[in-house]
């Protein structure tokens, strides 16, 4: 059983760019939430997914976007880069139907280096 | 105020030693409560969920005092292997797709 997937696992990109993040949840998992964890800090909430739709947001700017396709998976782009975006991205899953999001399982990442 | 506070350490304990981590909360209508770890460069892990009532998991113990908005880890017997980052994490008020708020982490290292 497959858990969390997350690609790439590394990623290096300039100022201005766009980036895209992949996300497959465990099996039998129908939700996910993407969280930014910057050097030396706790994972922060960016968005969550249940059917199709962000369910709820974190305190990110637009800039920050996201979908879920039918098959569950995710995906997080951010455009316009900016140094402070520099990070360690995490998708976590869970089997919670979009009503809590307690009890995730985390991907390994995506560290994202902006220069 | 941050949402969730912990001391971030670092705590560095000899082998078998007894290491307490604490953590305060803001928000008085939080539903739920974890304790998860995260090793260096890798991915948080659910280490043991918090209830008012306490709960043990062989040598980790975790409290709960809704009152004081504090919750707490206790470590008997420490191993090398304990050695990673200890994040508080907090559940939202009751209602749909409660977020998690997770703390800074508290960095424990557990010296031969």
């Known amino acids: 059983d497959a858990g969390v997937t997350q690609s790439p696992t590394h990623l290096i990109k300039t100022r201005g760019q766009q980036v895209t993040l992949r996300c497959s949840p465990k099996s039998g998992h129908d939700t996910v939430s993407w969280y930014q964890q910057a050097l030396g800090q706790g994972p922060q909430f960016i968005f969550q997914?249940?059917?199709?739709?962000?369910?709820q947001r974190g305190n990110f700017p637009d800039r920050f976007s996201g979908h879920q396709f039918p098959n569950y998976s995710s995906e997080l782009n951010v455009n316009a880069l900016l140094l402070g975006d520099s990070a360690l991205y995490l998708c976590?899953?869970?089997?919670?139907?979009?009503?809590?999001?307690?009890?995730?399982?985390f991907g390994s990442g995506t560290q994202l280096s902006v220069l | 105020r941050k949402e969730v506070e912990q001391d971030p350490g670092p705590f560095n304990v000899p082998e078998g030693a007894t290491v307490a981590f604490n953590c305060t909360y803001s928000n008085s209508a939080s539903q739920s409560f974890f304790w998860y770890r995260q090793d260096c460069r890798k991915e948080p892990k659910l280490l043991m969920s918090?209830?008012?009532s306490g709960n043990e998991d062989g040598r980790f113990t975790a409290q709960l005092n809704r009152a004081s908005q504090y919750i707490s880890l206790l470590i008997r017997d420490s191993k090398l292997s304990d050695s990673a980052t200890y994040l508080c994490?907090?559940?939202?008020?009751?209602?749909?797709?409660?977020?998690?708020?997770f703390g800074s982490g508290t960095q424990l290292t557990v010296l031969p």
């Open positions: 976590a899953s869970s089997p919670g139907r979009g009503i809590t999001n307690e009890k995730l399982f």
């Open positions: 918090v209830y008012s």
């Open positions: 994490v907090v559940g939202g008020p009751s209602g749909s797709a409660r977020q998690l708020t």
């Open positions: 997914y249940y059917e199709e739709e962000e369910r």
